[in-house]
DNA sequence: CTCCCAAGTAGTAATAGTTACTGTTATTAT
DNA sequence: ATAATAACAGTAACTATTACTACTTGGGAG
């Protein structure tokens, strides 16, 4: 793999990030250092900084794919009202179970959904 | 909520099925039995579905949402192999920790991704 | 039972997120 | 320095999903 300006950019943006941006929000990012990158870059980009286990992805209700530049095994919570994402990093145990099913767990993602603490306060009102 | 044949179809297809199908899927075992029915009543129906909490969704790492007939809680894991997709049906306690964090957890979704035993077999030949 | 009307539908157009393609630029091995 | 080719910008294409519109149907009121 060929170094490039623009994969340095993009990976360093994802990893100061702590808002899990989706590709839409890392390429309005990266622009302002970058003016003229084109937003297939940035896919194609991301793309391969998943596939090298450089960035995490993660798969939610809405359908635009999240980053995630901390790849320390963690999960996440949802609240359905604001939207917010929490990062939890409890203890993530493989189970027991998966060796007597044979199976051989690589990565899990988990994700809570349910009502952060603000959302609570506001719906009790 | 007024009653149709179409959303009771595809409840009972989307409850039958044990291969967690995408819409497209869905669509194409619906018409065996309503021929002329329509792509977007399949989406419009598996939305309203799965608000109701009839069905549940898979979102993973192919971009299209999967279905599930089975409300049980429970996690699913994916070969990145061959892409079966394993029903588990192990506890899913929620952590103590999120009574602390203020947050409250009204689901949870979790795919482990790993290999199969049988792509297991095939990858030591 | 019939009539009415809103909810639901078929068919199609539109949208959003992502990927593919093409000619140009830039990295790196020689 | 030069050549080979990975990566790029810009744009077109694709796929999954949603929105729209005119027509149909379920089911309550009369």
Chains 1, 2 share one sequence.
Do not use: W
Not at 27 to 35: D, L
Not at 39 to 48: A, C, D, E, I, P
Not at 90 to 116: D, N, R
Request: net charge negative; charged share 25%; with cysteine.
């Amino acid at each position: 793999m060929r170094h490039s300006a623009q994969r340095d950019t993009i990976l360093r943006i994802v990893k100061d990030a702590h808002d899990h941006p989706t590709a839409d929000t890392i390429y309005s990012r990266v622009r302002e250092e970058i003016p003229n990158i084109s937003l297939g870059t940035v896919y194609r980009n991301l793309k391969s900084l998943s596939d090298m286990g450089e960035v995490d992805t993660m798969e939610t209700l809405d359908k635009s794919i999240h980053y995630d530049g901390n790849t320390v095994t963690h999960r996440h919570f949802i609240c359905r009202e604001c939207s917010h994402i929490i990062d939890l990093f409890f203890e993530c145990k493989i189970p027991e179970e998966f060796h007597s099913l044979g199976l051989l767990v690589e990565s899990q993602k988990t994700i809570y959904y349910g009502l952060c603490p603000d959302c609570q306060r506001q719906k009790a009102q």
